[in-house]
């Protein structure tokens, strides 16, 4: 059992940065494999970012590749989610999540992930 707590959310301007953070607790941090995930008002969820449980594997989703860095430190128990350029679009409530499973991959399916923490509000105003 991990818990997941995220913080950094805010409001930015268009163009601007946040840096996301998501705190698990637990001493088997290391052994998962950690996701950024974000829902926008009116919309399902979907996929923003993924590590394996090592950090020397990534991936993004298509909207934020080359904007989004996703980054962990498994000796402070947590992952982050470097966010520059940001646009309109990327207002969303963005969400941590853990899986247990496929440990050395980069799932991008929302059904994998075990553990969800409880979401930060990001909005990037016009």
């Known amino acids: 059992q991990v818990e997941l707590v995220e913080s950094g959310g805010g409001l930015v301007q268009a163009g601007g940065s946040l840096r996301l953070s998501c705190a698990a607790s637990?001493?088997?941090?290391?052994?998962?494999?950690m996701a950024w995930f974000r829902q926008a008002a009116g919309k399902e969820r979907e996929f923003v970012a993924t590590?394996?449980?090592?950090?020397?594997?990534?991936r993004y989703a298509d909207s934020v590749k080359g904007r989004f860095t996703i980054s962990r430190d498994n000796t402070k128990n947590t992952v982050y989610l470097q966010m520059n350029s940001l646009k309109p679009e990327d207002t969303a409530v963005y969400y941590c999540?853990?899986?247990?499973?496929?440990?050395?991959?980069?799932?991008?399916?929302?059904?994998?992930?075990?553990?969800w923490g409880q979401g930060t509000q990001v909005t990037v105003s016009s």
């Open positions: 999540a853990a899986d247990r499973t496929n440990t050395m991959s980069t799932m991008t399916q929302e059904r994998v992930y075990d553990y």
């Open positions: 637990g001493r088997t941090f290391s052994y998962y494999a």
């Open positions: 590590i394996n449980r090592s950090g020397g594997s990534t």
